[in-house]
């Protein structure tokens, strides 16, 4: 317990946010248990209840509908090379909802097409006032995934601009690192205008702080999925519905993932889901 103590004011100073403390001292209690499991130590204090890592639900932001607009109209053209592709796989983790790990690795027999068909009554041209009943088809495109997190497979309808994304490419995403996509993407949200301050809670050191920021310097790849989830939320899709897009395993855990405004009050707006459209 006193090398926990230790190594819990070290991480502390170098000044680690609440979370990465926690995920560290998680990280260090799985090599523990696999290592006892393999005959290494016989020491169990790493199961100490006291002997734990720490976590907090600090602020994060989503972009609006009228934000990603402005990001795909932005002229890269003074960016660095590589600006562009970044946007692109940026955007599929928006229309995904998905982890960058687990889109990134789309392959084109991932992607399937059924066709729909339902019966609708319409007027009947040639009997006033009297309908008649006929077939109408849609075609549906969607995804399917396996999280490599979780294991779970998920199904996600395509959006038209997530298609255009994936033939832009051959259905072959381009793998950039995440450092590489975080910098094109401030950069970008920064040449979009995307520069109005926002006021948003942080951990560092241990110490939670409250910070005001211009919004596009947190903008990130990780962004990309919760913007996907609120907006599908907004949207008015069903909680339950979104979880089987994300591969949440309870609506406590996406509400909490999800970030939008008076969220408690927010219903969903319509019968039928346009979203994907």
């Known amino acids: 317990m006193q090398f926990y103590y230790d190594f819990l004011a070290y991480l502390k100073k170098r000044d680690y946010s609440i979370n990465t403390v926690g995920k560290i001292i998680n990280q260090f209690k799985w090599i523990m248990s696999c290592a006892q499991a393999e005959g290494y130590h016989t020491n169990t204090t790493f199961k100490n ?143 979009a205008g995307l520069t109005d301050l926002v006021t948003i809670e942080t951990s560092k050191g241990g110490v939670r702080k409250k910070e005001t920021i211009e919004k596009y310097k947190l903008v990130m790849s990780h962004t990309a999925r919760r913007t996907g989830a609120t907006l599908m939320y907004l949207a008015g899709i069903d909680i339950f519905d979104i979880m089987k897009v994300t591969g949440h395993t309870t609506p406590e855990m996406l509400k909490r993932y999800i970030k939008a405004d008076q969220l408690d009050v927010v219903q969903k707006l319509t019968d039928k889901y346009d979203y994907f459209d």
């Not at 038209?160 to 995403?173: D, F, P």
Request: charged share 35%.
């Open 49 to 191: 209840p006291k002997f734990k890592g720490n976590r907090v639900q600090v602020d994060t932001i989503y972009l609006t509908q009228e934000e990603l607009d402005k990001m795909n109209a932005a002229d890269l053209s003074e960016l660095e090379a590589g600006a562009a592709i970044s946007r692109d796989i940026f955007m599929v983790g928006v229309y995904t909802a998905q982890r960058i790990s687990d889109y990134n690795n789309i392959k084109k027999e991932d992607i399937h097409t059924v066709t729909k068909r339902w019966i609708e009554d319409v007027p009947d041209p040639k009997k006033k006032g009297q309908t008649k009943a006929v077939i109408k088809t849609k075609d549906v495109t969607y995804i399917d995934i396996h999280q490599k997190k979780t294991g779970a497979k998920v199904s996600i309808p395509c959006k038209k601009e997530l298609v255009a994304i994936l033939e832009k490419y051959n259905y072959e995403l381009p793998h950039f690192e995440d450092q590489t996509i975080n910098r094109h993407i401030k950069d970008i949200a920064r040449v």
